[in-house]
């Protein structure tokens, strides 16, 4: 599977949230990593580049801070120029269909704020809308945002967490069984041991790992006993 | 009261529904009309100067023509560049606080797409959120959107209706009593007797005149019977 991280940011030297995203990406697998403002800085894009980028890849992604409940400028022109009826939508213009679609946000306000109620209002899959549309007119798979909210007020282990749910976005299979799920955790672990973090945050990570082994261990032996009983 | 109209559209000499809709700007009232393509054909937009222009009017709207669910580009980095916090919302940031805010949607699919099993799926009302909870942060009053579906299709009485339900959004005061907006409307077909229509449209825009007068005379009559009643 490959995957086209499309970005959108007007100052992502100046965004840690992004900065940290940008050291989550694995080197080794499909991943092409796409920002607008560096690409087009005059703000002129290339609808045929554009258009052959998003053939080549399976899983389109939207990366954007979330200005005014929607994307930064350019990546709406971006998708006022590129998404053309002919390519996107309309006949013949099915170019997307059966591809997969996701959005990463990073949110500036904290999460409870958006509901009724809350400061927002609204929650982030009403606001979103938009982008969920835009995926069923051009027959993509919507799937499950990745939403990273306050980003500079996170823990150490919160940012664990982002750094592992990001590759997953990046590269896991959609709808992969648990075991499957697993090993491909197992697998991240492994290459990331002793990379990315600091010495006791190494032991966390062979913890976690160890864990994970034992749960399957236990769930093997369960599934042997059941098999048993039958 | 002072309106804004703040247009986005890429190419408005092109667009009929856009040229349309400005040429039933009433000259005499107090309506701004501000096209920000037009004002900053380089996208450099004057935040000092724009945030002005808002603090000298009441109604603020957004004219555009509705791509990919939302705004032309433009006008969304005039949000991020010009909605600045301590402008229009955070702590002393409540300079719009009050003012109306309203949108004027060019739609180019019909009406009766936008709802589950349509082919948009979404209402406007789901679609528009971000601008409705753009209106709730800044707190402004969100008034019911001027929706145009596929003005290229509408027969001569629709635009001669939207003509009016523009001029409305434009000028007439929200919540006005019924006879404040008959009164508003029949000042308004006097003045545009003669001026922008053909004549066989005269004759009808004179029968309209005459049956709101004749519906008024009937009311004001029912109401003497039920006094005299009491």
């Known amino acids: ?12 030297g100046d965004s840690s949230s992004q900065q ?60 006022d120029d590129v998404l053309t009826e002919g390519f996107a939508y309309g006949p013949r213009g099915s170019m997307l269909a059966g591809k997969e679609f996701g ?21 982030i899959s009403e606001l979103t809308k938009p982008y969920q549309a835009m995926a069923v007119k051009t027959e993509m798979v919507y799937l499950k945002p990745l939403l990273i909210f ?22 896991r299979e959609k709808d992969a069984s648990l075991e499957t799920r697993e090993k491909w955790l197992l697998e991240q672990l492994e290459q990331l041991d002793g990379k990315a973090f600091q010495p006791n945050e190494e032991t966390t ?5 160890e864990q994970i082994k034992t749960n399957r261990t236990t769930i093997d032996e369960l599934k042997m006993i059941l098999e048993q009983i039958r």
Chains 1, 2 share one sequence.
Do not use: C
């Not at 920002?35 to 990366?63: A, C």
């Not at 500079?152 to 749910?165: G, N, P, R």
């Not at 990570?205 to 790992?209: I, Q, Y």
């Open 1 to 12: 599977m490959k995957t086209l991280v499309i970005i959108s940011h007007p100052e992502i």
């Open 20 to 79: 940290f995203l940008l050291s989550a990406v694995p080197k080794d697998k499909d991943v092409t990593i796409h920002h607008l403002e560096s690409v087009y800085p005059d703000g002129n894009i290339d609808t045929v580049k554009e258009q052959k980028l998003l053939k080549q890849h399976d899983r389109i992604l939207f990366q954007f801070p979330f200005y005014w409940y929607s994307s930064p400028a350019l990546l709406k022109q971006w998708q």
């Open 103 to 123: 959005l990463v946000l990073a949110i500036g306000v904290k999460n409870s704020e958006y509901q009724a109620g809350g400061r927002e209002s609204f929650s």
């Open 150 to 171: 306050q980003f500079a007020y996170m823990t150490h282990e919160q940012k664990m967490k982002l750094y592992i749910d990001y590759q997953q976005v990046l590269t």
């Open 205 to 209: 990570l062979s913890n976690a790992m």
